[in-house]
């Protein structure tokens, strides 16, 4: 390729990855609002079920004990007549596990796993499973806070649909102290909720959200459970169950209130643990897109390779814009290409003002006042993505080069409680 | 407890609020200011219907000859979306409980996944609260050491051990 065909592609790269994609999710979020969102009851009236199968809820829970109570207290709120919860306590070091004997005193529904020693996420969340005595599971954070009906929804998706092997619910930002926090409102909304829509369309997920999801038991038996030497275990679960011929689903009334970083600090080390343990699972998943089962995951892998691209040909383009005097120097006057907006920049941010608008209208149902958050997405298109591309660039090569053979608790920070 | 549960700025200094209204307030002017050209475009598209003929930034119809490569591909994937609904109409519209659902797992067939004598796997199902010890944190299986205590770990005022 020579230097002008390079330009081309880099420039072409750089606009067309995020101009496509809004489209694409724009479209794929509006489909599955027409086909499958529009004609459901109300979130809080879910209609009456044939059967209400028991339910297991699983707690994984690691340092949690200031916040624990909270989240068993409204798990108390849910209404589903026949559940049990499991909270496991993965060897914390503060009182967690105290303090959920003493939460087990006061709910009969609670029952305590505690793990003598550390061991990660996920091997928790496999002795939890093995604790619980019911088919389907429903899991949440040590942190989140489920909705009342959430259980209800859940098993009515899987009451739907038989080969349906895992669910992913809706996590709502809880914490909108700070700029920060009301900028992931947007976020969750005109990103991952549209994403989760568009990819429900054609039937792959990239991921449960770990905040709020639920499995049949049988499908993680054939999915071979949760990884303990992964860094995202929802994510690693996610490709696995569907690699295993189960399908998974986007449910939005399922939803739960989730505590998220308000710090930039604390936003980049979640983003880039995010960033590291989908390239991780990507990147192994590879060898298995050849095989049958495996072939689903092809579009989702694609996208994956090139938001990685495109990712790397920002980078690209901030190392020319620092080595300024060299010949590709013109690269920064490409008409909007650069990092000071010009015609297709200006596009760009339109786009994404749109794709807010719309995502913000689909969740209206789910949240009242969402179309006032609207006025804190203005971060995005001019700072936000900047974080998103550079823990891309920065969780590839951790991704890759990784030798830590343990999945580790990360615990955010919970944003600005007192 | 209110519900939803959110938590607002209430507790915030006012001063980091206003801070945080005011820098956003800051960058929606920026944002505007950048795509000022936009806006010029969209009233001279506007107006030339009613013989007004603003000055542009740009020549006319050239940003949609730029973007028209990538809206080609907008295209090819809203058809893939499209072609994927058409085939997956019944299942993304389906409402009503299917007839038959998949077999509960045999809990056995779970613990031997992970090395779980029978013994072990039935004291941790019967119980309110167990600890589990000697497990391998590497590979998260059971071995031989592991041990399923039930009953509190810690003592709990007002209530026996199993």
């Given at each position: 390729m020579n230097l002008s065909g390079f330009e081309l592609a880099l420039a072409a790269l750089c606009f067309g990855y995020p101009y496509v994609m809004a489209w694409y999710w724009i479209v794929g979020g509006m489909m599955f609002q027409l086909l499958r969102e529009r004609s459901e009851p109300p979130f809080d009236q879910p209609p009456e079920l044939a059967e209400y199968p028991p339910v297991s809820v699983l707690v994984p829970c690691y340092n949690e004990s200031r916040q624990v109570g909270e989240t068993i207290a409204t798990l108390d709120r849910?209404?589903?007549?026949d559940f049990e919860i499991i909270a496991i306590d993965d060897g914390s070091s503060d009182d967690t596990g105290a303090r959920l004997e003493q939460l087990a005193a006061q709910h009969p529904r609670l029952r305590v796993v505690r793990m003598a020693r550390n061991a990660g996420k996920s091997t928790a969340m496999n002795f939890g499973a093995m604790a619980a005595r019911h088919e389907i599971i429903a899991c949440i954070d040590g942190d989140t806070s489920m909705d009342p009906h959430a259980l209800t929804w859940f098993v009515r998706r899987f009451q739907n649909d038989p080969l349906i092997g895992g669910l992913t619910g809706n996590p709502r930002i809880r914490n909108r102290s700070s700029v920060v926090g009301r900028l992931q409102v947007g976020e969750f909304s005109s990103i991952v909720g549209l994403i989760k829509r568009a990819q429900s369309v054609y039937g792959t997920l990239f991921t449960a959200s770990g905040a709020i999801c639920a499995f049949r038991k049988r499908a993680l038996q054939d999915a071979g459970w949760w990884w303990p030497r992964t860094i995202t275990d929802d994510v690693d679960v996610s490709w696995r169950l569907q690699m295993a011929g189960w399908r998974m689903a986007f449910e939005p009334k399922a939803m739960a209130w989730i505590l998220t970083p308000e710090t930039v600090r604390g936003l980049w080390r979640q983003r880039l643990r995010w960033s590291e343990g989908g390239s991780e699972v990507a990147l192994r998943a590879f060898p298995s897109l050849f095989r049958r089962t495996g072939a689903r995951m092809w579009p989702i892998w694609l996208n994956w390779f090139v938001s990685m691209l495109w990712a790397y040909a920002m980078l690209a383009m901030l190392l020319v814009y620092a080595m300024g005097g060299l010949h590709l120097r013109h690269l920064l006057d490409m008409e909007g290409f650069g990092f000071i907006p010009g015609q297709a920049g200006s596009l760009l941010a339109i786009n994404y003002l749109l794709q807010a608008i719309v995502a913000a209208g689909l969740d209206r149902r789910y949240e009242r006042g969402i179309m006032r958050t609207l006025f804190w997405v203005v971060w995005y298109p001019l700072a936000f993505w900047v974080l998103q591309a550079s823990t891309a660039v920065v969780g590839l090569p951790r991704a890759i080069f990784r030798r830590d053979t343990r999945g580790r608790w990360t615990s955010p920070d919970r944003g600005f409680r007192e | 407890m209110k519900w939803p549960p959110l938590i607002d700025s209430g507790h915030l200094p006012r001063w980091v609020v206003a801070r945080d209204a005011v820098a956003t307030l800051l960058a929606w002017w920026v944002l505007l200011y950048y795509i000022k050209d936009m806006a010029r475009m969209a009233a001279y598209w506007l107006l030339l219907p009613f013989g007004v003929q603003l000055p542009t930034p740009w020549a006319p119809g050239d940003v949609l000859l730029d973007a028209t490569p990538f809206l080609k591909i907008v295209a090819l994937l809203v058809l893939w979306l499209v072609v994927f609904a058409i085939a997956r109409w019944r299942v993304l519209t389906n409402r009503v409980g299917a007839a038959s659902q998949p077999e509960p797992l045999d809990p056995r067939r779970q613990a031997d996944a992970f090395g779980l004598s029978d013994d072990a796997l039935s004291r941790l199902r019967g119980a309110s609260s167990a600890t589990i010890q000697g497990m391998d944190p590497v590979t998260g299986r059971a071995g031989a050491d592991t041990v399923v205590l039930t009953g509190p770990a810690s003592p709990v005022p007002g209530q026996r051990p199993e």
């Open positions: 849910v209404i589903y007549p | -």
